[in-house]
C-alpha cells in the first residue's frame, strides 16, 4: 500500500493543496492521502484553532474517497506537533511494508535539519518536495546528509531524485500553484488588506464547501 502523509497548517486548506495531492496521488500510484492539519506547530504560533482547520479539511476531502482528513495530530497540552511521531503512528498503523510519502513544500524541506529527529525521520518515509517557479532543485542537496546520492541526471522533467537505502527525495517541479493562506486570511478580513484578490478571488482560490463554510462562519472576519 502506497500512503501520501500530507501536512501543514491548512489555514485555510486551498485549490493549491488539492492540486499538490491529486498530482502525489497520481504520479507515484498511492492508494490515498491523509491531510494533516498541524496542532500545535513548533514553528508557527498563530493558527485558526484546529476544530475548525480540521473542519474544512474534511469539506475539502469529502469530494475524493482517496483523500482522507486525519486528526492523528489533534493538539494536546503542553506536546508541539513533530512529524517524527505522525510518521511512527503511521508506520506502527499500516506495517513495515506500507510505502509512506511525506508531501512538503521545498522551502520547508530545505529546514529539515531544525526538525527533531529529522535523520531518522528521512529514513522512515519517502518525500515529495514540491518546489515554487524558479526554485534551484539542487538546493535540496545541501540539507541532505552526503551518503543520500542523487541517482543520475534528472529523472524525468518533473525533476530528481536522491536515494538512500530505501528511502527516496523526489524533488519536483511544475505542480506549484500561486495560492496563498496569508491572501486568503487576508482578503477575508474585516479592514484587513485585500492581497491580490479581494473576496472573490479568495473564493475562487479555495474549494466551494470550504468557501461557503467560511461565509457561514465568519472565521477570519472574527
Known amino acids: 500500500m502506497k500512503i501520501g502523509l500530507f501536512g501543514g497548517t491548512f489555514d485555510p486548506i486551498h485549490v493549491g493543496h488539492l492540486a499538490v495531492a491529486k498530482f502525489a496521488l ?3 500510484q498511492m492508494d490515498r492521502v491523509f491531510f494533516i492539519p498541524a496542532g500545535c506547530p513548533p514553528h508557527k504560533n498563530r493558527h485558526a484553532p484546529f476544530a475548525e482547520r480540521l473542519a474544512m479539511v474534511a469539506l475539502a476531502c469529502a469530494g475524493n474517497p482517496r483523500f482522507i482528513p486525519s486528526a492523528v495530530e489533534a ?36 529546514t529539515i535539519q531544525k526538525w527533531q ?8 518515509a519517502h518525500f515529495v518536495v514540491i518546489s515554487r517557479p524558479g526554485f534551484d532543485l539542487a ?4 540539507v541532505l546528509p552526503k551518503e543520500w546520492k542523487r541517482r543520475g541526471t534528472p529523472r524525468d522533467s518533473h525533476g530528481i531524485e536522491y536515494r538512500l537505502k530505501r528511502s527516496s527525495v523526489f524533488v519536483i517541479s511544475g505542480v506549484w500553484n500561486p495560492v496563498s493562506g496569508t491572501d486568503i486570511r487576508a482578503a477575508l478580513a474585516p ?4 492581497g491580490r484578490t479581494g473576496r472573490s478571488g479568495a ?5 466551494p464547501p ?5 461565509r457561514k462562519t465568519q472565521l477570519y472576519a472574527n
Do not use: C, M
Request: proline fraction near 8%.
Open 191 to 194: 479592514g484587513g488588506r485585500l
Open 75 to 110: 493538539p494536546a497540552p503542553g506536546k508541539p506537533s513533530y512529524s517524527i511521531l505522525t510518521v511512527r503512528k503511521f508506520r506502527k498503523e499500516h506495517g513495515p511494508d506500507a510505502e509512506l510519502y511525506f508531501i512538503i513544500g521545498a522551502d520547508a524541506f530545505l
Open 26 to 28: 497520481q504520479r507515484f
Open 139 to 142: 538546493r535540496v542537496e545541501t
Open 203 to 207: 473564493d475562487q482560490s479555495l474549494p
Open 210 to 214: 470550504v468557501a461557503e463554510y467560511l
Open 117 to 124: 529527529q529529522w535523520r531518522a525521520l528521512l529514513n522512515l
